[in-house]
């Protein structure tokens, strides 16, 4: 049974997958092409529209360690592929951000001790850092390094093409998605900085790649397709600093590339909207699916950015913005903020960041966060990291224990939900959304979960629906650190703000428990919460928030 479990499970997963991500993955592990180490093209001139690119946090710390993912390690000293970090770290590693974080002309001495290290200890081919994902970023950040103002040495300008050239050979069209787009942006990069008929080839791939990614990728409502606030973000810093390469080397593009970099440019507003939508009052992104702080520039970080670029147009969100084509809905009074879930996992066939969070929500009241999902503070494949992905981890209905879409592995799904009914309504100064999803039909009498959010000035009522009624389901409601909880002797409650403001709970189901939970805002961070659990009764519960 355990087998034929297995073997569904696995099903499940590969079915949706494209056909250029099972054979690309077969070529991409059998196919060992060699580096070209022949020298570099010329660089090309650049003028002086270059704008300073977002910022994040420096990596590098004051005694000349790395700090990744809040692990402190070595920074120099040939130390580029130590088996006993954690692949993400030794990624991060790679990257070099570092060259163009908050304050990074401090830090040049330090800088160039770094890049001669990383060519003379890093030899082609060899080790996690030519791996394709790190080799993009890292293609980016050294040329965004030069166009600061800063001079590669004749072995970077070397070793910059021999990455873009073996780069070329490991497009990452087996996974496809924000790792391909990575890829294509690094390739327009270096295609751009140096010249020539070799660089042309490397732009022109890259726009090819985008040509076909873009639209899919990037979606009407402006959403990134992958449905996670950090992603998002992280692809909107991609579309600027395309946008600001392609103004900055605009003699080196064809008709249609300047068109291309004018239709990305147009895409902004609309990024800049979802982005905003999907954050709090305290302008930091809300967690669904994999999501967590300082992974992406900062909000105000990217904001600042599309000024220098000129793109910085007003963002406007009505009191109730559904952005439809991702699922997710906003609704807002001057005192209220709800972030409620009616979304797909993710793309079919590439489903890597999903959490089994449908019908989940978070919200914030008086600019304080009050109920939060969990976060994301690990990669890999351990328990952990299955446990964050869990529905249990997420404010909304598990339905006998399981979770409500497969998420199994590091970034695998197999059997997933799909809303069903999603609805959004205004009724004066109440606002309505509502949805269904089909996650449980595979356990006996189909299960289906239905929920539905009322906001008012001074309210959240949330009815849950599951049928058939016998079956045993519990709604989680998780709070941020910050917010104390007590528990009447009935179930109701308070719940007590920083500011010492107080609101109040109850709910008419089960019987309710509050439970030890933890909160992750960050990679290698985990904070103590609490969580508050409610059985459905008879397949119903209605949970009930006010304030004044």
């Known amino acids: 049974m355990a087998n034929a479990a297995a073997i569904s499970r696995y099903l499940q997963t590969v079915r949706r997958l494209r056909p250029v991500q099972v054979y690309g993955r077969i070529w991409f592990r059998l196919v060992r092409p060699k580096a070209n180490t022949r020298p570099a093209p010329p660089q090309r001139p650049s003028s002086e529209t270059w704008v300073l690119p977002a910022r ?133 990069f270096a295609g751009l900085w140096f010249e020539g008929e070799e660089a ?96 992406a520039p900062s909000n105000s970080e990217i904001e600042s950015y599309s000024e220098r670029l000129d793109l910085a147009s007003p963002i406007e969100l009505d009191p109730v913005t559904w952005f439809q084509d991702s699922g997710y809905v906003r609704l807002s009074h001057p005192n209220a903020l709800l972030i409620a879930d009616m979304a797909r996992v993710g793309p079919d066939y590439l489903p890597g960041h999903a959490h089994a969070d449908t019908l989940s929500f978070e919200l914030s009241l008086f600019g304080h966060r009050i109920f939060v999902n969990s976060g994301t503070s690990v990669y890999g494949t351990s328990v952990e990291r299955l446990r964050q992905r869990s529905t249990p981890a997420h404010n909304t209905v598990t339905i006998a224990g399981e979770n409500s879409s497969d998420v199994w592995s590091g970034f695998r799904v197999g059997r997933r939900a799909s809303p069903l009914d999603a609805n959004v309504s205004e009724e004066g100064d109440t606002f309505v959304a509502e949805a269904a999803h089909d996650g449980y039909h595979h356990l006996p009498g189909k299960p289906l979960h239905r929920r539905r959010w009322h906001l008012t000035p001074g309210s959240l009522h949330i009815d849950d629906t599951v049928s058939p009624a016998d079956i045993a389901a519990e709604a989680r409601f998780h709070l941020h650190p910050a917010i104390e909880i007590k528990q009447g002797p009935a179930n109701c409650g308070t719940m007590f703000l920083p500011d010492g403001r107080t609101v109040a709970w109850s709910s008419d189901g089960g019987e309710a428990r509050l439970e030890p939970a933890t909160w992750h805002p960050e990679f290698g961070v985990s904070q103590p919460s609490t969580c508050l659990a409610i059985a459905l009764r008879d397949g119903r519960l209605t949970f009930n928030v006010s304030w004044t």
């Open 200 to 295: 042309r080839t490397w732009l022109d791939t890259g726009f090819r790649i985008l040509k076909r990614e873009f639209s899919e990728q990037i979606l009407p409502d402006g959403g990134q397709f992958e449905l996670s606030p950090m992603y998002h973000a992280l692809a909107l810093e991609d579309v600027l600093d395309l946008v600001n390469i392609t103004r900055n080397c605009l003699v080196g593009l064809s008709q249609s590339q300047k068109v291309a970099s004018e239709e990305w440019a147009q895409k902004v507003p609309e990024m800049r909207r979802w982005l905003a939508g999907l954050s709090h009052p305290d302008d930091k992104i809300a967690f669904f699916n994999d999501a967590a702080f300082d992974i």
């Open 56 to 188: 994040r946090r420096s990596s590098l710390t004051e005694s000349g360690q790395f700090c990744f993912l809040n692990e402190v390690g070595t920074a120099l000293d040939s130390e580029w592929d130590d088996p006993g970090r954690e692949k993400l770290w030794r990624y991060n590693q790679h990257y070099f951000d570092d060259l163009n974080a908050t304050d990074a002309p401090e830090r040049k001495i330090r800088h160039l001790a770094l890049l001669q290290d990383w060519v003379a200890s890093n030899p082609p081919e060899q080790g996690t850092g030519w791996e394709p994902y790190p080799t993009s970023l890292r293609i980016v950040n050294w040329i965004k390094w030069s166009f600061a103002g800063n001079d590669l040495s004749y072995e970077c300008r070397q070793s910059l093409a021999v990455q873009a050239r073996w780069l070329m050979l490991r497009l990452e069209w087996h996974l496809l998605g924000n790792h391909l787009f990575a890829n294509a942006k690094a390739l327009i």
